[in-house]
């Protein structure tokens, strides 16, 4: 146990800490109007060993503790399957909260010290310990977050740049207002591809775990390239659908399709933190199982994370048609905001597309790498 003042670092490795390490969140933001607590039950599942993710990572939860109180926590992942893809020798971190910057700072101290007892090079983070949540800090925090994407207080990044931490990557979101109108000369392209044997339809609902299975089977293959991406196991990819499954719209994942061959896809999600800011921290009981009898009576907002077309049918437009046809139907189902989220900053397409579309350049999530043994080579 390491000790400074009246904060002591210590391990969370029994289930009282790991419930002390999970609550956190709950009781810092309890009076914040810009958190939205996840359900509790879901955040317990993310934690548990039957985390599919938790079969290639080894995890340790970091727990600062005052005064028999948890005042901060961050988690260290040493992901052997990042680690082999691209070529790196980094332990990662996520889950990080702190009071102040001398809790921040005792935090990141144990991280590193775990770093170095396990021969890693650098640390990375913030990440979740699920693919499809994005990682980084959110740099602009003043709007409440929709579902899936960071929500941190800004000061979260000085704390990580006083640490010693770099920016590694920045990832861009863009927000679409559904009363502008959209690009009416990608109806011509449609036209066009229609008639060489392309079409377009959304997931049915009625297969949803085979449909899932297919999207993100599509999208381990369409983003095999992309910088910092490890394909999801079958394991993570049930995980994953069944905590969607609650809050999906059929109508906003749609397939694009040549044949029996898939394409294209992009996914939209109801953004549930518009049902969830109502489930008061988090509690399905006794009143919060309530607000989910219906979970989108509330939602007229929805966050697109992904979109991705076969590397064989790239450059021609396609990803126009994905979210020409998104946009309308977000429209026709009363959707009011759209955030498409995870662009890299480096993409050499997507923000200009996305901005010819209506899109307007929205929030910034920023990686950060810090480097100890070896000098940097970017991967």
């Known amino acids: ?7 002591s670092i210590i391990i969370a490795n029994d289930e009282k800490k790991l419930k002390q390490f999970a609550d956190l969140p709950y009781r810092k933001y309890r009076d914040s109007s810009h958190w939205v607590p996840p359900l509790r039950s879901e955040a317990s599942e993310l934690l548990a060993e039957t985390n599919p993710f938790f079969n290639h990572v080894k995890a340790k939860f970091f727990l600062a ?14 992901d052997a399957a990042q680690n082999a893809k691209h070529h790196i020798n980094a332990l990662f971190f996520g889950f990080f909260e702190a009071d102040n910057a001398e809790t921040a700072t005792l935090l990141f101290d144990a991280l590193e010290r775990e770093a170095k007892s396990l021969g890693r090079g650098r640390i990375r983070g913030p990440v979740m310990p699920e693919e499809l949540y994005q990682s980084g800090f959110a740099l602009n925090s003043e709007d409440r977050a929709f579902y899936l994407t960071p929500q941190n207080p800004a000061i979260y990044n000085d704390y990580t740049e ?14 679409y207002d559904t009363h502008l109108g959209s690009d009416t000369e990608v109806s011509s392209l449609i036209k066009e591809k229609q008639a060489e044997g392309y079409s377009l339809r959304q997931l049915d609902k009625r297969n949803y775990d085979a449909e899932m299975a297919r999207l993100f089977g599509f999208f381990n293959d369409a983003y095999e390239a992309h910088w910092g991406f490890v394909p999801q196991e079958k394991g993570e990819i049930s995980f994953l659908s069944a905590r969607l499954k609650r809050f999906i719209d059929a109508r906003t994942i749609l397939f694009l399709e040549k044949g029996s061959d898939l394409v294209g896809a992009i ?5 549930a933190h518009q049902t969830l800011a109502k ?8 009143f919060g199982f309530w607000q989910l009898i219906d979970p989108k009576r509330h939602i007229h907002q929805l966050l697109v994370p992904m979109l991705a077309i076969a590397r064989t049918e790239r450059r021609q437009g396609l990803e126009r048609w994905l979210i020409y046809d998104l946009q309308e139907r ?13 662009v890299i900053e480096d993409h050499k397409t997507m923000p200009e597309v996305l901005r010819s579309l209506g899109a307007k350049e929205y929030k910034t999530y920023r990686l ?10 970017q991967t």
């Open 279 to 286: 489930v008061k921290g988090g509690r399905l009981f006794p």
């Open 162 to 175: 006083q640490a010693g931490y770099d920016k590694l990557k920045d990832f861009k979101s863009y927000l």
């Open 1 to 7: 146990m390491i000790s400074l003042g009246v904060t």
């Open 65 to 78: 503790m005052r005064s028999g109180e948890a005042v901060g926590r961050i988690a260290s992942f040493d």
């Open 368 to 377: 950060y790498q810090k480097n100890l043994l070896e000098p940097l080579r």
């Open 330 to 342: 977000a429209k026709s189902y009363r959707y009011k905001l759209v955030e498409f989220s995870g």
């Open 267 to 271: 996914a939209g999600f109801p953004d």
